[in-house]
């Protein structure tokens, strides 16, 4: 069955970019999100359709999927960016969503 | 803004079946796939499956196949997910949330927390 894989955690200071991968066969031939998860808060949406912002996420968010690897890049980190990620994608009608990583601002 | 909202926690003895609402504005009603997805304590999303509220059509995960059934009341806007023969293991906050555009879910619901203990 088709998976996607995510580095468990990332660790970044603050103001510098942190990169956030996703990986599954062929990913690049199809669109991934990411959302955003704080403890005790629902998902927030943060990237859609590989590199699309919603409106109210920062530019500092920005996305890109190529290959078997999506990425999520988050530049001049806050520390209000601490938080769960997690890509979704689509195998044969059925939603995925990649076992997420979590983002340490150190 | 739209709104998702969920029905409250709820506490179920193994074996029993527990039913989730998600009531969601008109437009979004009509509109789009409700999908939903469950968190077991310090894990990550997992899918159930997505309901078409105008349509009533469906499509389940494989994990969760012949347990579980997504209903819609178009009366009061309001999208259903019932769970079944439930065990310690499905102990988690069930989420709604609306995909757009098939591709992503752009607005969530509050999370239902859902605890089966004996």
């Known amino acids: 069955s088709y998976e996607l894989t995510q580095t468990p955690s990332v660790s970044v200071s603050p103001g510098q970019t942190a990169s956030i991968t996703c990986s599954g066969d062929?990913?690049?031939?199809?669109?991934v999100s990411w959302y955003q998860q704080k403890p005790g808060q629902s998902p927030v949406l943060v990237i859609y359709?590989?590199?699309k912002r919603p409106s109210g996420i920062p530019e500092r968010f920005s996305g890109s999927n190529s290959g078997n690897t999506a990425t999520l890049t988050v530049s001049g980190t806050l520390a209000m960016d601490e938080a769960d990620y997690y890509c979704?994608?689509?195998?044969?009608?059925?939603?995925?969503f990649g076992g997420g990583t979590k983002l340490t601002v150190l | 803004q739209v709104q998702l909202v969920q029905s409250g926690a709820e506490v179920k003895k193994p074996g029993a079946s527990v039913k989730v609402s998600c009531k969601a504005p008109?437009?979004?009603?009509?509109?789009?796939?409700i999908h939903w997805v469950r968190q077991a304590a310090g894990q990550g999303l997992e899918w159930m499956g997505w309901?078409?509220?105008?349509?009533?059509?469906?499509g389940y995960a494989q994990n969760f196949q012949g347990r579980v059934t997504m209903t819609t009341s178009t009366a009061t806007g309001t999208v259903f997910m019932e769970l079944s023969s439930l065990r310690s293991d499905d102990t988690a906050v069930y989420y709604c949330?609306?995909?757009?555009?098939?591709?992503?879910?752009?607005?969530w619901g509050q999370g239902t927390l859902v605890s089966v203990s004996s």
């Open positions: 949330a609306r995909f757009n555009g098939a591709t992503h879910a752009d607005y």
């Open positions: 008109g437009n979004t009603f009509a509109s789009y796939d």
């Open positions: 309901i078409h509220p105008k349509s009533g059509n469906t």
């Open positions: 062929k990913l690049g031939d199809q669109y």
């Open positions: 359709q590989d590199a």
């Open positions: 979704q994608a689509w195998d044969s009608s059925h939603v995925l």
